[in-house]
């Protein structure tokens, strides 16, 4: 896992399956926890980490309800969580979804917990809106399109925007069976303005970036969901992202937009 420094107040890790990033922010003595790596080391080493940085976790806050995102509860098991009222909803009409998908992973992969994931009830966050951590304020946007569900959260201190999973730089836009590619794009409107004004971008999967590379992925990923639209499976992917993988999420993609 690697883990970077953003800002004084902001680290994030990366976990070394799906780079699925961490993001911990902190302000007045106390920090959130937004979103998870993935594998159980990496969790354990987490508490560890960002006590030696000086941040102490009080809370969880999660970009949307994908399994992969909600493991934050290994690392600080007695953290409440905060969503978004979509990413709640989706959480309560879809019990026990996150632990049979992370029990399908770990299965696949022989990979061990120490315990079933429990998730607790989740706090339900004004979205758009603020939450306080510590004496500063987060700023949460909807940010829903990859899934039904979701947030992104703009740190104004330290003009960081952690998206969740939109701007990745190793993923196409992915549409979930519960996703729309009209929200998608919507959701890139909405963050068009606060990808000008960052400093730097975190998705939800692959490395943090700059606000310059975050602006010229939008316009690509746009460009890609818009053409998904009109031609289907014949749109073409973006440069950098066609790997068999990323052929694969298109095809099923484009088979749902049908
Ligand atoms: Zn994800």
Same mark, same amino acid.
């Given at each position: 896992?690697?883990?970077?420094?953003?800002? @004084?107040?902001?680290?994030?890790?990366?976990?070394?399956?799906?780079?699925?990033?961490?993001?911990?922010?902190?302000?007045?003595?106390?920090?959130?926890?937004? #979103?998870?790596?993935?594998?159980?080391?990496?969790?354990?080493?987490?508490?560890?980490?960002?006590?030696?940085?000086?941040?102490?976790?009080?809370?969880?806050? @999660?970009?949307?309800?994908?399994?992969?995102?909600?493991?934050?509860?290994?690392?600080?098991?007695?953290?409440?969580?905060?969503?978004?009222?979509?990413? @709640?909803?989706?959480?309560?009409?879809?019990?026990?979804?996150?632990?049979?998908?992370?029990? #399908?992973?770990?299965?696949?992969?022989?990979?061990?917990?120490?315990?079933?994931?429990?998730?607790?009830?989740?706090?339900?966050?004004?979205?758009?809106?603020?939450?306080? &951590?510590?004496?500063?304020?987060?700023?949460?946007?909807?940010? #829903?399109?990859?899934?039904?569900?979701?947030?992104a959260?703009?740190?104004?201190?330290?003009?960081?925007l &952690?998206c969740g999973d939109y701007l990745s730089p190793?993923e196409?836009p992915?549409?979930?069976?519960?996703?729309?590619?009209?929200?998608?794009?919507?959701t890139l409107?909405?963050l068009?303005?606060?990808v000008?004004?960052a400093?730097?971008v975190v998705p939800g999967h692959g490395?943090?970036i700059?606000?310059?590379r975050a602006a010229a992925i939008l316009?690509e990923d746009?460009?890609?969901?818009? @053409?998904?639209?009109?031609?289907?499976?014949?749109?073409?992917?973006?440069?950098?992202?066609?790997?068999?993988?990323?052929?694969?999420?298109?095809?099923?993609?484009?088979?749902? &937009?049908?």
């Open positions: 896992m690697r883990a970077v420094g953003l800002h @004084a107040d902001v680290i994030v890790a990366t976990s070394r399956v799906y780079q699925t990033t961490c993001t911990l922010v902190r302000s007045g003595g106390e920090a959130f926890c937004i #979103d998870s790596p993935v594998l159980p080391d990496e969790l354990d080493i987490l508490p560890a980490m960002a006590g030696q940085a000086g941040f102490t976790v009080v809370g969880l806050l @999660a970009t949307h309800a994908d399994w992969d995102h909600l493991l934050g509860r290994y690392a600080f098991p007695e953290a409440p969580l905060g969503c978004s009222d979509t990413t @709640a909803a989706r959480l309560v009409n879809e019990p026990g979804a996150a632990q049979r998908e992370l029990r #399908d992973f770990d299965e696949r992969f022989y990979v061990e917990r120490p315990r079933p994931l429990s998730l607790p009830s989740a706090q339900r966050l004004p979205v758009p809106g603020k939450v306080e &951590v510590g004496d500063l304020e987060l700023e949460l946007q909807p940010a #829903d399109g990859h899934t039904e569900d979701g947030m959260v703009w740190i104004p201190w330290a003009r960081v &952690v190793v196409i992915m549409l979930h069976p519960n996703g729309s590619a009209a929200a998608y794009l919507a409107k909405r068009e303005p606060l000008d004004e400093e730097r490395e943090p700059d606000g310059t316009r746009r460009a890609y969901v818009e @053409a998904l639209l009109e031609q289907g499976e014949a749109a073409k992917l973006p440069l950098a992202r066609r790997t068999a993988e990323q052929r694969r999420i298109h095809a099923e993609n484009a088979r749902l &937009v049908a």
